[in-house]
């Protein structure tokens, strides 16, 4: 699996300072969600996740933040695919199930590149090509 | 309450194909009946083979995950939330839970080993998906026996021995809990089914969804009321609806002003309910209605929000009600089960039922007729200064017992460890308005010198909720688990004209919060936060154990739980005491002991435990305490204990980032 390693800058807060490395088997220049991909997940993500997890995902009373150390404490490693299996087994809490397959990768690429993944032009339309993209807590 | 059953035979199980015969139990068993131990949800066992003297020597006999592995194995995307609510109970040492996804499963109460597991009605990811709950339902009349659980929008009857539905219930086994609203607002809710001699009852949410989210916040007052329903234990057929917001022709709509009853919604009841199933009564605590935190729209008391109602569950007829806040304006939910006590008072008996909001109080009323055992005053409070608001002009103050948490916001709340940390508090809170208990929320200034919003204490995130309640019958002693948190309240106007709401929160009061336990602080939307580098301005302990003799009204001790902050850099020296952790941790009772574990940061987002936590045992009687033992992550659920084949267990499902969810089983060498 070749890897690729992006650092990046997201917002102004230098808390917010990100690079994430990516193992995946497309392009480093490309990224690995296309931009369309996660601006329809943004839309997802408002309809259905920004009332709990924060519209700017820094969470909620009742739900974690999804960017920052809060996401990458916990995603830290783990495959893009991971982050899919639990969105669309247990999200939204009043309708787990109700999220289509198409959906949830858009939201993963949403929440990804607000981790600071960075987009590329080829969109990802099946899940199993989420199991080989890596997302890994910048060093 | 508790059944203690002596060599009890159990005949082999059937299977589902996920299944191993069910061993004879030739041992002393003590069950756990409901996942709150029994009906009064005391969460009490009267077990003392684990006690003072040799809980240090608790060791970790079995694990078990979220998800059996063989349902993982069906469904490999199936990956439970790390809030992991299921406590189990436990029957003729098997015990039945929500799993991870609100799957049913029967596991043997020694080994943890699995008998059988619930199958979704289609084996599709879509039907396997879900959220864990916070416990099941037991039934039980003459040789019949019954599981009752809810998982989704669908109320489940299951037989106890193979996990199968029972056929002559709902359809197929199930029934839809969709309520009949004229846009179907979908149902959902966490706290499981509630049974009272032959009638099911369901409380949970599902009135806001449908309306723009189910949350208090925002500025959206509209919503549908989360009525309460009683169901046929055998057929599932839906006996009577407790209308939570009254009809048209009913008493009590009146409270609700300018013709707000039409659409306002919400006040579910949250947590558990309780039961005296002599009376045929069963108590329900009700929340706040909906967008708490403006009322201009909806002037009034608004019945039944905020109240304690008791019902007949024969018929759903209303007994008694009190309600603890009036036209609530600052989502002080009763999110507490009602605890049901049998006290000694002034030389008196009665049948008490303990109630309690995120307010800190307790509230206690003969539970036959709703009197309160000792005054509750109407007192005045502060007036609001919200345009079009009519905040209302009393509020019911408990005369005993003593409150278990901070109440209302004064510099002498604010942090003094050095003269530094106080002067910075008090520096952050000058851009806020302080007040008693009860000080309304005001409109967020803009200018440079301006308030940004009225401080509060307890914050929208409460001190009591859920986790907060564990009784002692043989002592009356009440334990309350609480956490000191504050927050601000800043309303700003509606933008939109037409909304009936003129003003309410940008956000909820999630990020006005104070962070501690090491946690970073989330940078707020609207307000400064009330931290000094993830220190809260207000004083500890952050989570803490009160413990009352309820005979006598009064407090007995007062225990930090857990360190909390007391490393925290800016303390560095200062050689202080446990300040407590922050989260929603349940207790559970022994005869000598009191469980209380850290609460994940699963449970609350920005709040809790990250990582490594403990589940402390103290001596009930004097607050100190004896042991802690690790724990991978911290709590999601509440603990409970048992004992089968003469040996006793304690259980309790955890949670959090690095380790996923499930239970973890304690007993003796």
């Given at each position: 699996m070749d890897r690729l390693r992006a650092s990046l800058t997201v917002g102004c807060c230098s808390a917010l300072l990100l690079s994430v490395a990516i193992a995946s088997g497309q392009s480093a220049s490309s990224g690995v969600f296309s931009a369309e991909q996660a601006k329809h997940g943004q839309s997802i993500f408002r309809a259905k996740c920004g009332a709990c997890h924060g519209e700017d995902l820094d969470g909620g009373q009742e739900a974690p933040a999804l960017k920052g150390d809060a996401f990458w404490s916990e995603w830290d490693q783990q495959t893009a695919r991971a982050l899919y299996s639990r969105i669309i087994s247990t999200m939204p809490p009043d309708g787990p199930g109700t999220l289509d397959a198409k959906d949830v990768i858009d939201l993963v690429a949403f929440i990804a590149h607000q981790n600071g993944v960075p987009q590329g032009t080829k969109a990802i339309e099946n899940a199993n090509e989420l199991n080989n993209i890596k997302l890994q807590r910048p060093k | 309450m508790q059944s203690v059953r002596s060599s009890v035979g159990l005949s082999l199980g059937l299977t589902i194909g996920i299944i191993a015969a069910i061993a004879q139990q030739p041992a002393k068993i003590v069950e756990w009946r409901t996942y709150g131990s029994d009906k009064a949800f005391t969460r009490y066992s009267p077990l003392d083979q684990i006690n003072r003297d040799n809980v240090?020597?608790?060791?970790?006999?079995?694990?078990?995950?979220?998800?059996?592995?063989?349902?993982?194995?069906?469904?490999?995307?199936?990956?439970?939330?790390?809030?992991?609510?299921?406590?189990?109970?436990?029957?003729?040492?098997?015990?039945?839970?929500?799993?991870?996804?609100?799957?049913?499963?029967?596991?043997?109460?020694?080994?943890?080993?699995?008998?059988?597991?619930?199958?979704?009605?289609?084996?599709?990811?879509?039907?396997?998906?879900?959220?864990?709950?916070?416990?099941?339902?037991?039934?039980?009349?003459?040789?019949?026996?019954?599981?009752?659980?809810?998982?989704?929008?669908?109320?489940?009857?299951?037989?106890?021995?193979?996990?199968?539905p029972d056929k002559n219930f709902g359809d197929n086994g199930r029934v839809f809990l969709r309520r009949p609203t004229p846009d179907e607002a979908p149902y959902f809710g966490w706290p499981g089914p509630f049974i009272v001699n032959d009638v099911i009852v369901i409380g949970g949410n599902g009135g806001g969804k449908a309306s723009g989210g189910y949350g208090d916040g925002g500025m959206d007052p509209k919503a549908k009321p989360e009525d309460i329903r009683g169901f046929d234990i055998y057929t599932g057929k839906l006996l009577w609806t407790f209308h939570i917001l009254p009809t048209p022709e009913e008493p009590g709509r009146d409270t609700w002003g300018k013709g707000s009853a039409e659409y306002v919604?919400?006040?579910?009841?949250?947590?558990?309910?309780?039961?005296?199933?002599?009376?045929?009564?069963?108590?329900?605590?009700?929340?706040?209605?909906?967008?708490?935190?403006?009322?201009?729209?909806?002037?009034?008391?608004?019945?039944?929000?905020?109240?304690?109602?008791?019902?007949?569950?024969?018929?759903?007829?209303?007994v008694w009600y009190y309600q603890l806040i009036h036209h609530d304006l600052w989502e002080y939910d009763a999110a507490t089960p009602p605890v049901l006590a049998d006290l000694n008072v002034d030389g008196k008996k009665i049948k008490a039922v303990i109630a309690s909001n995120k307010t800190g109080f307790l509230y206690v009323f003969d539970r036959t007729n709703g009197q309160p055992v000792w005054p509750i005053e109407e007192r005045p409070v502060p007036k609001s200064t919200v345009p079009g608001e009519e905040a209302y002009p009393t509020q019911p103050f408990p005369t005993k017992p003593p409150p278990y948490d901070r109440q209302g916001f004064s510099e002498s709340d604010l942090i003094d460890f050095t003269p530094e940390l106080h002067k910075q508090a008090l520096e952050i809170a000058s851009h806020y308005a302080m007040g008693p208990l009860y000080t309304?929320?005001?409109?967020?200034?803009?200018?440079?010198?301006?308030?940004?919003?009225?401080?509060?204490?307890?914050?929208?995130?409460?001190?009591?909720?859920?986790?907060?309640?564990?009784?002692?019958?043989?002592?009356?002693?009440?334990?309350?688990?609480?956490?000191?948190?504050?927050?601000?309240?800043?309303?700003?106007?509606?933008?939109?004209?037409?909304?009936?709401?003129?003003?309410?929160?940008?956000?909820?009061?999630?990020?006005?919060?104070?962070?501690?336990?090491g946690a970073q602080a989330a940078p707020p939307r609207q307000v400064s936060p009330l931290n000094i580098d993830g220190l809260p301005i207000w004083k500890p302990p952050y989570g803490r154990v009160t413990a009352y003799d309820m005979n006598k009204g009064t407090i007995v001790w007062m225990a930090a739980n857990g360190d909390g902050p007391r490393n925290h850099p800016l303390l560095k020296g200062l050689n202080l005491p446990p300040l407590g952790n922050t989260g929603r941790p349940a207790p559970m009772l022994t005869k000598t002991l009191l469980f209380v574990g850290d609460s994940s940061d699963a449970v609350m987002g920005q709040a809790g435990i990250a990582g490594p936590a403990k589940l402390r045992a103290f001596d009930k009687a004097t607050g100190k305490v004896i042991a802690e033992l690790d724990l991978p992550v911290g709590t999601t659920g509440g603990p409970m204990t048992y004992m089968t084949n003469g040996k006793e267990y304690i259980v309790v499902p955890v949670g959090g980032k690095g380790y996923g969810a499930g239970w973890i089983a304690f007993a003796l060498p």
């Open positions: - | 240090k020597n608790l060791r970790v006999v079995w694990t078990r995950p979220a998800v059996d592995p063989l349902i993982k194995d069906q469904f490999p995307d199936l990956s439970p939330s790390n809030y992991f609510r299921g406590t189990p109970i436990m029957l003729n040492g098997v015990l039945y839970a929500p799993n991870g996804v609100g799957l049913m499963e029967a596991f043997d109460g020694a080994t943890g080993k699995t008998k059988w597991v619930q199958q979704p009605v289609e084996p599709t990811l879509k039907e396997a998906a879900g959220q864990s709950t916070r416990g099941v339902a037991y039934w039980q009349k003459g040789n019949q026996e019954r599981l009752v659980s809810v998982r989704g929008e669908y109320m489940y009857s299951l037989d106890l021995k193979t996990g199968f919604g919400n006040m579910a009841a949250w947590a558990s309910l309780t039961a005296d199933e002599q009376l045929g009564y069963v108590y329900v605590p009700l929340t706040a209605p909906t967008a708490s935190h403006y009322g201009g729209h909806r002037p009034g008391k608004n019945l039944y929000s905020n109240s304690i109602v008791c019902l007949n569950v024969k018929d759903g007829k209303l309304p929320p005001m409109v967020r200034s803009d200018e440079p010198d301006g308030k940004r919003g009225t401080l509060v204490l307890p914050g929208g995130w409460g001190s009591g909720n859920w986790n907060t309640s564990a009784f002692d019958p043989e002592t009356n002693m009440y334990y309350a688990v609480s956490m000191t948190q504050g927050g601000s309240y800043g309303i700003v106007r509606n933008p939109d004209a037409e909304n009936p709401m003129l003003y309410g929160l940008l956000d909820r009061p999630r990020n006005q919060q104070g962070q501690q336990n």
